[in-house]
């Protein structure tokens, strides 16, 4: 169904090379998916790439570097060729052609498959990594249990149907912004999709014409305001301006958005259930920031 293909970006060998965290990711899923092509594209390969695709963009993109020249061809390259867009800095879990097959529960961590009620607090919060009751679950009668509290059985979830085109994940790491779409933010640090499918090629145009307009702007901010530049860097061409353009295009049956914990479950957050796997998790996002 997806291109046996993962696409990871890094500004150049060296960065690689020196980089522990990168390489034992990459060396991971280099073991995890022997039946795949993996490869990384460095500056020199992204500016290559768009001057073939789109020649028009090159001599503006040729000198633009950094996270927003990675986050731009993420888009780009997912359109073109479909496959994984993944992170150097994302640790494979399960292989995720599990995804692809399984049928997926919520429920604690004794997989007793239970959800809870949004307003009872639980007895060990690591129990549910979600935030809303399940959409698809029964209640059950708790006379067989000592525990005094309301419980519902999840009846499973196929999340990989055969008109399923685009897989994301869920993000729960928040920022101090007024984007409405703080709130709903989906990860773009791991993400599946057929080919040629034209919400990443309206992220890619997006990208383009925002640093067009602000990436003189950016570099400075790079430099004098590191927090004011992560902000800005969501917003234009990052999770915001992808969760933007994804609700674009919803409701719509070919797009898969996964629970927080199948993609997004690291180091970024202060919450301690974004921080801790679940036995939904396919990949562990090491947060390693290097772009900043």
Known sequence: MF?????FTCKDQDMFDNNACFRECFNKYTEMYKDYTIKIYF???IYQIIQEHFPDDYDFIKNVKGVVLADTFRYLILYLEGGIYSDLDCDPIIHIEQ???NVHFHGDINNNYYIYPTNRKLINNKWDFYNNECSHCKFINNTDTDVDIERYECLGHKYVLDNTNI???QENFKIDTDNPYNNSRLCQWFIIATPRQYVFLNCYKACIINLKKNYV????LKETNKMEYF????????PLLFTKIINNCLPNNS???????????????????FQQLSKNSYIKHLFNSSWL
Do not use: R
């Open 167 to 169: 897989i994301i994940g």
């Open 99 to 101: 995804l692809y097959n």
């Open 3 to 7: 291109p046996k293909k993962i696409h």
């Open 43 to 45: 500056d020199n390969d």
């Open 255 to 273: 797009v898969s958005i996964l629970p927080v914990d199948f993609f997004c479950c690291g180091s970024g957050s202060d919450d301690e259930n």
């Open 217 to 220: 702007y950016l570099k400075e």
């Open 231 to 238: 902000s800005e860097v969501l917003n234009n061409t990052g």
